[in-house]
């Protein structure tokens, strides 16, 4: 299946897929230029940005947890993280956290919420319309982890 053949089946959960890989690419950018704003308060907001970035890489790209090496503890907490409902909340939370970096003065850092409740919303709607969790080819699901093993 074809990356535009994934998008044409209607199912919000690659759509989320791809909204939290965006996602992990605004955090890391805006993370890393909040940093330089020098306030206490952002600095701390703008490297759980950068955290939620990482973490964001290994829910939507499960090849890297057989690739990479971590720790047994990390590896069960990103495989809860597995259905569309513990997605929506993960990324709800992470939205949350951001929106919430906006009491120490504006910065970037709300592009990244906002991107964060984009997919957590089209979780949501995967969800609420009862379609399972489908993993994007393109991104390591659907048997090619399997391949490498």
């Given at each position: 299946?074809?990356?535009?053949?994934?998008?044409?089946?209607?199912?919000?959960?690659?759509?989320?897929?791809?909204?939290?890989?965006?996602?992990?690419?605004?955090?890391?950018?805006?993370?890393?230029?909040?940093?330089?704003?020098?306030?206490?308060?952002?600095?701390?907001?703008?490297?759980?940005?950068?955290?939620?970035?990482?973490?964001?890489?290994?829910?939507?790209?499960p090849l890297l947890l057989r690739i990479c090496p971590t720790s047994g503890k990390f590896d069960d907490f990103v495989r809860k993280i597995s259905t569309n409902y513990m997605r929506a909340a993960a990324y709800g939370a992470m939205s949350l956290i951001q929106f919430f970096s906006n009491f120490g003065g504006p910065t970037?850092?709300?592009?990244?919420?906002?991107?964060?409740?984009i997919t957590s919303l089209c979780y949501v709607l995967a969800g609420l319309k009862g379609q399972d969790f489908i993993g994007s080819k393109t991104l390591g699901g659907a048997g090619v982890a399997q391949m490498i093993v």
């Amino acid at each position: 299946m074809t990356l535009k053949e994934e998008f044409q089946t209607r199912n919000f959960s690659i759509y989320g897929q791809w909204f939290g890989i965006l996602s992990m690419i605004i955090c890391l950018a805006t993370g890393i230029s909040a940093i330089f704003t020098f306030r206490p308060l952002i600095i701390i907001f703008a490297v759980i940005a950068i955290c939620s970035a990482f973490l964001i890489l290994f829910i939507e790209v499960p090849l890297l947890l057989r690739i990479c090496p971590t720790s047994g503890k990390f590896d069960d907490f990103v495989r809860k993280i597995s259905t569309n409902y513990m997605r929506a909340a993960a990324y709800g939370a992470m939205s949350l956290i951001q929106f919430f970096s906006n009491f120490g003065g504006p910065t970037s850092l709300i592009a990244a919420a906002v991107f964060l409740l984009i997919t957590s919303l089209c979780y949501v709607l995967a969800g609420l319309k009862g379609q399972d969790f489908i993993g994007s080819k393109t991104l390591g699901g659907a048997g090619v982890a399997q391949m490498i093993v």
